[in-house]
């Protein structure tokens, strides 16, 4: 008999499932609902910070589960698991680095809420909840190729990661949003059964992002999306993938556009597709 599968998705925010410049998702609007309607699980992937998915769920109830800060964190069902490093750690190499290079460095981790508002354009409140890191540092800085190397070398001499995203360099830990999104499978598995009423053995994952920091969520789904980097609009593919897809448009409209179609191919075509029940 074929093995039952579940759907589960997994999205990137900023420049992804959010407008980039509004963090808006209005026009992903009918895909989400299209999600709700099928009780399909939705899982935020970020490099936002527990407090600040919190605040965007408590006040839309769009995702099920959340990874924060690139992977260094995971929440499922009000219980948090931290895999990333501690702040101490990610202070201690940030100074480092402030140290070896030769343009100014600050970081969400050191500077006053105005500031990341400033270079944001979140509200004060949104700019607050950005800086209550765990583990992890966007930093602010200007910096050339050389200082980037620099950066990056430091890190990793102390067993963490610079990885780029949209927006800022983070300094974050091995952790990444590949390995929180198995990680978070695992969890899904204890809580949540199949039609028939018995425990997944096997979901049908579908990750969409729009940065190098989300090549290793992208890897791990049997669906990987792309969405163009607005403005730029990006289209040399972010990986080698066998089921990669190019959403037609940057931000939630692409979001909506490309997950509306794997949907439209897994629930007619796919007749061991279950939806998941919590």
Not at 152 to 159: F, P, V, Y
Not at 200 to 211: E, H, M, P, Y
Not at 227 to 243: D, F, Q, V
Request: hydrophobic letters at 40%; one cysteine or more; proline letters at 6%.
């Amino acid at each position: 008999m074929p093995e039952s599968r579940a759907i589960v998705i997994f999205t990137d925010l900023d420049g992804t499932l959010l407008d980039h410049d509004t963090y808006s998702w209005e026009d992903a609007r009918p895909a989400l609902d299209r999600v709700n309607l099928l009780s399909i699980p939705l899982i935020a992937v970020s490099s936002k910070t527990l407090a600040e998915l919190e605040h965007i769920n408590q006040n839309a109830e769009l995702f099920d589960g959340l990874i924060a800060e690139n992977g260094g964190i995971v929440s499922l069902k009000s219980a948090m698991e931290q895999h990333g490093p501690s702040s101490e750690t990610i202070d201690m190499v940030r100074e480092q680095i402030r140290s070896a290079i030769n343009v100014p460095l600050r970081s969400f981790r050191t500077v006053e809420p105005e500031i990341i508002a400033a270079e944001t354009g979140l509200s004060l409140d949104d700019a607050i909840r950005a800086g209550q890191r765990h583990c992890s540092d966007p930093l602010i800085w200007q910096p050339s190729a050389q200082d980037v190397r620099i950066a990056r070398t430091i890190a990793e001499q102390k067993g963490l990661n610079l990885v780029k995203g949209g927006r800022f360099h983070t300094i974050c830990g091995p952790s990444n949003k590949g390995h929180a999104m198995k990680r978070m499978l695992e969890r899904l598995a204890v809580f949540y059964r199949d039609m028939s009423g018995k425990p997944v053995k096997r979901f049908t994952t579908i990750a969409l992002g729009d940065s190098p920091n989300d090549i290793p969520m992208l890897a791990e789904a049997d669906f990987a999306v792309q969405i163009p980097t607005k403005n730029r609009g990006r289209k040399a593919p972010l990986l080698e993938h066998s089921n990669l897809r190019l959403a037609p448009y940057p931000g939630p409209a692409g979001w909506n556009v490309a997950l509306n179609e794997i949907l439209d191919e897994i629930t007619n075509t796919n007749k061991n597709s279950e939806v998941l029940h919590g």
